[in-house]
Every structure is written in structure tokens, then in C-alpha cells.
């Protein structure tokens, strides 16, 4: 689906957005009939309240949609869309200004109301349209919502119909849309291009799943940004197979991807001055007679030997070797994604993004931008005293440290070994709604994205 914001016409629908502590004086500023009305439906100005006020011929005068109070808003990351899910099918226009800054994050929350995941059944997102207030870049916001869209999509498609080789058609799609170049290397050629965790990983698939690295360049000048996305299509927990409670969504494991194939989207769409790569190592973790064991040394593209303790922590493995490609160009600045840990869960839920970084200017950046674009993120630590918790003896390094302490820490202190004097961020993200809440629905979502985006003009001096 399209998002978009609805033509401006002279029929659209005024809406005024009212919050707790600006009711009473805006009411009292209204004409009699919609004091009236308000008083008899007892409407209150609290978030996704809304009342279609009707003229003496029957037809809207107007809407009134509660805004909540700060406490409400600081819940409802988008509080804007409770009010588009329910106002009635329509266009609607702002008719005063919203009582805070964040207008066109609000914009963004409307747009992203409508989406709905309707491959499989027929389903409806809000139906209330919104006129593009003035001051907000309407392209802008619309290039976001749509790159968040896509993907949704790809996290929300089971894993039958999302396995690498439709991650690289959606890539492939991607790159044809913004004339970037795209290169996939498949299956035994991964072999002979030095990638072979990424085949080691992937080989136990089905020949038609096959695993693959997409390489996606866009731009030739400014600032070098390599991308890095963990496209696990589907994880069984290879031969240390997963109980099936925990298999139930493992179609989200190629979430890292589609993180960053939506952020390349945006960055593409919007025209930002870089030269922008993608690498997703994309693969099933599958169960078969080829599958690797535990207990198997593996030497990655870097020449790091890597002890496998246990074959459900295979997102590291497939990352490791294209952080190494990544790192072989030095880039300006090099981002990782992944569905990486259930540790990362445990430590700060669904809802925070959490990120390693040891860069000052690129954190304050992210820091910066993320609360502007209700984009939530939080920073943890490459811990270097837990680098020895990474190391079995028998191998330069261990994929599963025993005893679970610090998992999120130790996986990413496992990927920065293969990102050396590099300015590299990792974000741990988990691409799951499990709540529906305004703007996102139950089921895939974007996470950091925004916030990078909106970090990168600081992070990189575009």
C-alpha cells in the first residue's frame, strides 16, 4: 500500500485537536452549537476521544479530537493516530495549531494508522484522511511512512513466502525503483568469495533457498554509510533446535534487513548526499543432513576462528562475515541490525531499540533525534571486560558463551571484532509489536530507523 496524505479541498472536514489544559479556554472560544454538543456527549479531551460535530443540514461542521495531557502523550508514542483510527472515513483538515513541537511526527503517526497487512485476509487501517498541514515537508513525510511500510511488510510475511530469495526480489525491487546497483552471491559461491560462515549457516537449506549476500551501492559522493542487515529468513535453531514456543516468530528473524532496506529506502528517497551500501546476509537456519554441529570450528572471512556451542546463535555468524566485507572499504560510518538476542528483550522490552556505540558525536546525535521522531532508543555498553567471556581457548572465539549473563553484550563485543577502527554502531533491535498501540499495530515494525535518519546530517556533517 501507498501512504499518503489526502489534496487539499474545500469540503475536508475541520479538526481541532485539544488537549487537557487548553480545553476549557478553546471551548469557551467556540460557537454555541459546538459547546452544546460537546456538553451532551460529555465529551473529555483525552487521547483518541474524538466527536464529528454535524450542521443544522446534517453534514460534519466539524471533528474534535483530545490530545491527551503530557502524561498520556509521553504513553501514546503517536497520540495524533489514536483519533485517526477512529474519526470516520473521510478528509480532515487541522483547524488550529497542535500544543506541542512535534508536528510532523504526528503527521507520520496519522499516515502510518492506515497501514494494515492485507496479503493474506482483507484488513482496513484507519479510513480518516489528513490534509498536509502547513510547514510540514509533505514528500518527507511521506518517504518515511512508506519505507516503514515496506518493512512491515517483509517482517510480517511468513517465512514460506519471505525466504532469501524473496528478500533479494524485494532488493532487487528496491534497487530498481532509485537506480542503485545491486550484486547477490549465492549459495557454493559464497565459498569462492571468502563468505563462509554465511554459507556454513545457510547450507542446510532447501537448494531453493540457498543462502546469499545482496549488496546494494546508491550515491557516489559524500560520506561513505554501509549498512548492515541480519536477513535470518526463517531460524529453527538448527541442530540445537528451538522448542516451539519460541519458533512461533521466527519469520521476524530477517528483521535487521528489513530495518535496513526501509532505512536504505528513506535515505534513497530523500536524496541525502552519501554513498550509501547495504549488505544482508540473507539465509535459513534449517535442520538436514548439511547442517553444521555443535562443536564445529569455523573461520570466518577475517580469518577468526570460531567455536559453534551452540547453532541457534547463528545471526553473529552470518554478520560477522559482511561486517568483515563492510570494514575492508573503511566507511565513514558502519550500522548493524539484527534480531539478534532474546537477552536484549529481557533487558529493556519491545518498545526500546537498544544500540552499542563508542562514538561521542554520533551518540549525542542519535540521542538527539530520537526523541524528536518518537523513535525510542537506549544505549548499552561494549563492556571490554566481558571480551574474555567470547573466548573458548580452542578458538579465537566462542558464538555462545555459557552461563547467559550479559547475551546482548557479548554478541555485540562478538560483531565488533569483525568492524576494526571502524566508527561502528549495532543495534539489537526485536521488529515485533507484541501490542497493538496507535500508529502500530500488532505484528512487524521498524525500530531505530527513524532516529538514525534523522541523527545522520549531525553524524556525518551532510
Not at 443544522?56 to 503517536?78: D, E, I
Request: glycine residues 8%.
Amino acid at each position: 500500500m501507498t501512504l499518503t496524505f489526502a489534496p487539499d479541498s474545500p469540503d475536508a472536514i475541520p479538526l481541532h485537536i485539544v488537549d487537557g489544559s487548553g480545553y476549557k479556554s478553546w471551548l469557551a472560544a467556540q460557537p454555541q452549537v459546538i459547546q452544546n454538543w460537546l456538553a451532551a456527549t460529555s465529551f473529555a479531551p483525552t487521547t483518541g476521544k474524538v466527536e464529528l460535530i454535524p450542521s443544522t443540514s446534517g453534514t460534519p461542521l466539524c471533528a474534535v479530537a483530545g490530545f491527551g495531557n503530557k502524561t498520556s502523550r509521553a504513553r501514546a508514542r503517536f497520540p495524533l493516530a489514536a483519533a485517526a483510527a477512529v474519526l470516520p472515513k473521510g478528509v480532515y483538515k487541522l483547524a488550529n495549531p497542535l500544543p506541542h513541537a512535534q508536528l510532523e511526527t504526528e503527521c507520520l503517526g496519522w499516515l502510518l494508522a492506515a497501514y494494515t497487512f492485507d496479503r493474506y485476509a482483507t484488513r482496513t487501517g484507519a479510513l480518516a484522511q489528513l490534509v498536509c498541514p502547513e510547514g510540514v515537508n509533505a514528500a518527507h513525510v511521506e518517504a518515511i511512512a512508506n519505507a516503514e511500510a515496506l518493512t512491515r511488510d517483509l517482517i510480517n510475511t511468513p517465512a514460506a513466502d519471505m525466504g532469501p530469495a524473496e528478500l533479494e526480489a524485494a532488493s532487487r525491487a528496491l534497487a530498481s525503483e532509485f537506480d542503485a546497483k545491486i550484486t547477490v552471491t549465492t549459495g557454493e559461491v559464497l565459498l569462492t568469495q571468502n563468505l563462509p560462515m554465511i554459507h556454513t549457516v545457510g547450507r542446510a537449506a532447501a537448494p531453493h533457498r540457498a543462502p546469499r549476500l545482496i549488496d546494494i551501492r546508491w550515491g557516489d559522493t559524500g560520506p561513505t554509510l554501509t549498512l548492515v542487515g541480519k536477513g535470518v529468513c526463517f531460524d529453527t535453531g538448527g541442530l540445537n533446535l528451538k522448542p516451539g514456543s519460541s519458533m512461533g516468530l521466527m519469520k521476524k528473524d530477517m528483521g535487521g534487513a528489513a530495518t535496513v532496506l526501509g532505512l536504505a529506502q528513506m535515505i534513497m528517497a530523500l536524496s541525502l548526499p552519501v554513498q550509501l551500501r547495504v549488505l544482508l546476509p540473507s539465509v535459513e537456519n534449517s535442520v538436514s543432513a548439511d547442517s553444521y554441529r555443535p562443536g564445529d570450528i569455523l573461520t570466518s572471512r577475517a580469518g577468526l576462528t570460531v567455536e559453534i556451542n551452540n547453532t541457534d546463535a547463528e545471526g553473529r555468524l552470518v554478520l560477522a562475515d559482511a561486517l568483515s566485507l563492510a570494514s575492508e572499504e573503511n566507511p565513514d560510518l558502519l550500522i548493524s541490525m539484527a534480531t539478534l538476542t532474546g537477552a536484549a528483550r529481557v533487558a529493556v522490552g519491545p518498545d526500546l531499540a537498544p544500540y552499542y556505540c563508542d562514538d561521542p558525536s554520533f551518540t549525542a546525535a542519535l540521542e538527539a533525534a530520537a526523541p524528536q521522531v518518537s523513535d525510542p532508543v537506549w544505549r548499552m555498553p561494549f563492556w571490554t571486560p566481558y571480551e574474555k567471556m567470547i573466548e573458548p581457548g580452542i578458538a579465537d572465539l566462542d558464538n555462545a558463551p555459557a552461563g547467559g549473563f550479559a547475551g546482548s553484550i557479548t554478541a555485540a563485543l562478538f560483531l565488533r571484532r569483525f568492524a576494526p577502527e571502524q566508527r561502528y554502531v549495532h543495534f539489537d533491535v526485536y521488529g515485533w509489536n507484541p501490542t497493538a498501540a496507535p500508529a502500530r499495530p500488532k505484528g512487524g515494525v521498524g525500530m531505530g530507523a527513524r532516529a538514525i535518519l534523522a541523527a545522520l546530517p549531525s553524524a556525518l556533517d551532510l
